[in-house]
């Protein structure tokens, strides 16, 4: 069974940091595209921030250059460090696993991705 769950969420003010993790159990993290997703209230989940096998990453435009996306392969862990945290970044992230193949340039549409976290709750207060 894969088993992904996610940290570090929070409530910060405005322009503060945060890092989210999520733990991998039942599957290997270097062999597939990862990537976190958020849902605001009354909106649409949307991709955030995605990484492939190969380290390379994808943002949506919306928090290109405030956030990274990482990974410690040897941990089995993904990373989300978010910097200059605005109001409008309030939502719950998840994490996403992917489970067919790969992607030169990573996906932010949650159909490739196959496995889900239960979410944690980012709440920015202005």
């Known amino acids: 069974e894969v088993q992904l769950v996610e940290s570090g969420g929070g409530s910060v003010q405005a322009g503060g940091s945060l890092r989210l993790s999520c733990a991998v159990r039942?599957?290997?993290?270097?062999?597939?595209?990862m990537g976190w997703f958020r849902q605001a209230p009354g909106k649409e989940r949307e991709g955030v921030a995605v990484?492939?096998?190969?380290?390379?990453?994808n943002y949506a435009d919306s928090v290109k250059g405030r956030f990274t996306i990482s990974k410690d392969n040897a941990k089995n862990t993904l990373y989300l460090q978010m910097n200059g945290l605005k109001p409008e970044d309030t939502a719950l992230y998840y994490c996403?696993?992917?489970?067919?193949?790969?992607?030169?340039?990573?996906?932010?549409?949650?159909?490739?991705?196959?496995?889900w976290g239960q979410g944690t709750q980012v709440t920015i207060s202005s």
């Open positions: 039942g599957y290997t993290i270097s062999s597939f595209s």
């Open positions: 990484i492939n096998s190969l380290s390379r990453t």
């Open positions: 996403a696993a992917a489970k067919y193949g790969d992607i030169w340039v990573p996906s932010l549409a949650e159909i490739s991705y196959n496995y």
